[in-house]
C-alpha cells in the first residue's frame, strides 16, 4: 500500500507526470481473435456427455477433449468456483492467470481466452458464454470472473490466523489432483497454480488498491462456459468462502456445490477443431 506521508518529496513536474495519459499494454486487436460466432454454431450439435457435481470445501477433476465445450454450472445457491486447468497429457502446461490478466484484463467474458503457462504458452480454452456478463463493473469497481486473486490457502491463512485449515481451495484443488492422477499429495501440490475465481465479484478500491470481494450476484442457472481448445483436465474447487461476501479459509460461510458438465459435439467435430500450436519462440534467450 502506499504510504498517507510519503517519505520523499514530489518533483516540480510531478503534476505534469500523473496527467500523461496510460497506454494499455496489450491492445485487444492485436490478439487472435477466436469466432465465438462460429464456436457457438458447434455448441448446437454437442450432447452432455459426462458431468460432476462438487460438494461444498471439496474440489474434482474432469477431462475435457480438445473441440470440446465444458460449463460451470451454480446450483442451490451462491457459490463462488476456483478454477484450474492443465493439459491433460502434460500437466506442466498449465493455466497462466498473470499472463491471461495482462492480455484480457482483470475480469474474463466471452470472448477471452486462457493462456498456458511457459514455455507453451497458447490458448487453453476460449470463453463462449457468461450468464453473468450483464454485470460489467458496479460502482465500487467490482467484477465477476477474476484473474486478480490467487486461491484461498492455508499457508495465508496460518500467517494471518495460526490456525490450519485444511479445506482452502488449493488444498481441495490438490487433493482432486492428487486423487485424480494418482500423484502424491505433494507432487500434485506443485501442479496447483492461480486460478480463475468463476462467479466471484472482486476489485480493487479506487482509493488504497487494495484487493476486495463482495457478495456474488450469481444466481443458481448461470454458468460460465468454455470451448476446450487442448485436451484439458479441469480442476474446480467450490470454495470454503460460498459467495465470498465475507470470509474464507473457515467452516463459518454458507457453501453450496457446483456442477462441470461437458458437452460433446460429436468425434467428426472435434476432429474438425485445429489445436493451437505450441509457443513458437525459440527458447534461445539470447544464449549462444
Ligand atoms: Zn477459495
Not at 184 to 200: G, I, K, Q, R
Not at 210 to 231: H, N, T, W
Request: glycine residues 8%; proline residues 7%.
Amino acid at each position: 500500500m502506499k504510504l498517507e506521508q510519503p517519505n520523499h518529496r514530489a518533483p516540480e513536474t510531478a503534476e505534469q507526470m500523473q496527467r500523461v495519459r496510460p497506454v494499455i499494454c496489450y491492445p485487444p486487436e492485436t490478439l487472435p481473435q477466436p469466432d465465438v460466432g462460429a464456436l457457438k454454431h458447434i455448441r448446437k450439435g454437442a450432447k452432455l456427455s459426462n458431468q460432476i457435481k462438487i460438494a461444498p470445501r471439496t474440489a474434482g477433476c474432469i477431462e475435457v477433449p480438445a473441440g470440446a465445450f465444458f460449463r460451470i454450472v451454480s446450483v442451490d445457491g451462491p457459490q463462488v468456483g476456483d478454477l484450474n486447468l492443465w493439459n491433460a497429457n502434460d500437466l506442466s502446461e498449465k493455466f497462466y492467470s498473470g499472463k491471461t490478466r495482462a492480455l484480457h484484463g482483470t475480469h474474463l467474458s466471452t470472448g477471452d481466452q486462457m493462456w498456458s503457462s511457459f514455455p507453451h504458452m497458447r490458448a487453453m480454452a476460449t470463453i463462449v458464454d457468461d450468464t453473468l456478463d450483464w454485470y460489467g463493473f458496479d460502482m465500487y469497481g467490482g467484477s465477476v470472473h477474476d484473474v486478480i486473486g490467487t486461491r484461498c490457502d492455508p499457508y495465508t491463512g496460518r500467517l494471518l490466523s495460526g490456525d490450519d485449515y485444511h479445506y482452502c481451495c488449493h488444498s481441495n484443488l490438490t487433493r482432486a489432483l492428487a486423487e485424480h492422477t494418482k500423484l502424491s499429495a505433494s507432487e500434485a501440490e506443485a501442479y496447483v497454480h492461480d486460478v480463475l475465481n468463476v462467479f466471484m465479484c472482486t476489485g480493487f478500491t479506487r482509493d488504497t488498491g487494495q484487493y476486495f470481494m463482495k457478495s456474488s450476484p450469481v444466481r443458481p442457472g448461470d454458468y460460465l462456459e468454455f470451448y476446450a481448445e487442448i485436451d484439458l483436465l479441469v480442476g474446480l474447487s467450490a470454495c470454503p468462502g460460498g459467495d465470498c461476501s465475507s470470509e474464507h479459509s473457515s467452516d463459518t460461510a454458507k457453501c453450496h456445490p457446483l456442477h462441470i458438465e461437458v458437452w460433446d459435439p460429436g468425434e467428426k467435430a472435434r476432429k474438425k477443431h485445429q489445436v493451437p500450436q505450441l509457443n513458437p519462440y525459440s527458447q534461445n534467450h539470447g544464449i549462444g
